[in-house]
């Protein structure tokens, strides 16, 4: 699969997952908790940080008809207007240039989901490397659009989406001359539960789309992030808070700083150990193999004595023949006398 430079990152198989965290409404409407959260994704190891770049009137409008309220049983926002939850977790535009700063500043790649074109325009002035469409997002064609005709790679969610909406997007994007895509699998519900990650879809994206594949994360721990790099995730995203007691829109479902730690620490492991799919030695197994059974010689033996499952055993270390040769070797005899402790091998005999 074509590898996807950012900055100076490679998106691919053969690197370590891009890991972004993902700030949110994370901020609680602080710019230096917003500070805080970024020198925290930095210290914890991950390659980017996230933002979301909208306001309320860009998201929806003001309206009290139920269409516009979450869901009375949603498991954080139940009976929320729209409205008034997109004002509280918004991040003020304002902030985006000193936080890109302080993201750069301390190695980090900043980047962020714009909601409609005036956001990629503000994206595009602080040189944005490149974009993220949120999983209820990919069928705004005209967003699409702008964002494919900056040429920067495009991270797209497909939360809530059929296989057909995700196609459709990836044409949309690819007509406009733009060939930069990752794919992330994503449950769009928050928190997510495990038996909901579909992480088999994994392959089966990257394969069918002909895309590079990641994950959006909203369950909670780290563990469904580990599975999806083995099952060859490239990009890793989660919401990351300092603390989950602070509160916050997203924060019950968020990482805390170490557990980012651990997440970056455990998937580049899953990475890590993918290896090659053809079983081979490693150069770290060379004293198990030292130490592997053959035959020997167990005790005093004299020429002429017949061999026996007395006198040759299978035994570690290695040396002597493999032991599915003691079968030919039983009953012969030994053409000299040899002391216990020697390998038994076709020289020998």
């Known amino acids: 699969m074509k590898a996807i430079p950012v900055d100076t990152i490679l998106i691919e198989q053969k690197s370590p997952p891009f890991v972004i965290a993902e700030m949110s409404g994370n901020h609680n409407g602080s710019l230096d908790r917003a500070l805080q959260i970024v020198d925290a994704a930095a210290d914890s190891g991950a390659t980017a940080i996230k933002l979301q770049t909208y306001t309320p009137d860009s998201m929806t409008i003001q309206n009290d008809g139920e269409r ?18 997109y004002e509280q977790a918004q991040t003020p535009w304002g902030w985006h240039q000193e936080i890109f700063r302080r993201a750069r500043s301390r190695g980090l790649i900043p980047f962020s989901s714009p909601f409609d074109e005036a956001a990629v325009d503000l994206l595009e002035e602080l040189d944005a490397p490149l974009y993220k469409i949120a999983s209820l997002e990919i069928g705004d ?27 459709e997007a990836i044409s949309v994007i690819r007509a406009a001359g733009n060939d930069q895509i990752v794919v992330l699998a994503c449950t769009s519900s928050y928190p997510a539960s495990p038996s909901e990650a579909n992480l088999r879809t994994i392959p089966v994206l990257r394969d069918a789309l002909g895309v590079q594949v ?9 563990g469904v992030s580990v599975a999806a790099v083995a099952l060859g995730a490239t990009v890793i995203e989660k919401h990351v808070t300092l603390n989950r007691q602070d509160g916050g829109v997203d924060s019950e479902f968020s990482l805390e700083p170490a557990e980012l730690r651990a ?14 799919p053809t079983p081979t030695l490693t150069s770290g ?27 040759v055993r299978s035994i570690r270390p290695a040396g002597g023949l493999e032991p599915k ?12 006398p040899l002391k216990a402790g020697t390998p038994l091998t076709w020289e020998v005999l």
């Open 141 to 167: 064609k005209a967003l699409l659009e702008r964002v494919a005709a900056t040429g920067k790679p495009i991270i797209l969610s497909n939360g809530a989406s059929s296989f057909v909406e995700i196609a």
């Open 68 to 85: 516009f309220k979450i869901s009375a049983n949603h498991a954080l926002w139940g009976e929320r207007s729209l409205y008034d939850l």
């Open 285 to 311: 197994e060379t004293e198990s193999r030292r130490l592997k059974r053959s035959l020997y010689v167990v005790e005093d033996v004299n020429e002429g004595d017949q061999i026996s499952s007395k006198n």
């Open 214 to 222: 990641g994950l959006s994360d909203h369950t909670m721990g780290i």
């Open 325 to 336: 040769h003691l079968a030919q070797v039983i009953g012969r005899t030994f053409p000299q």
């Open 263 to 276: 997440l970056v620490t455990e998937t580049n492991a899953a990475w890590q150990a993918l290896g090659s």
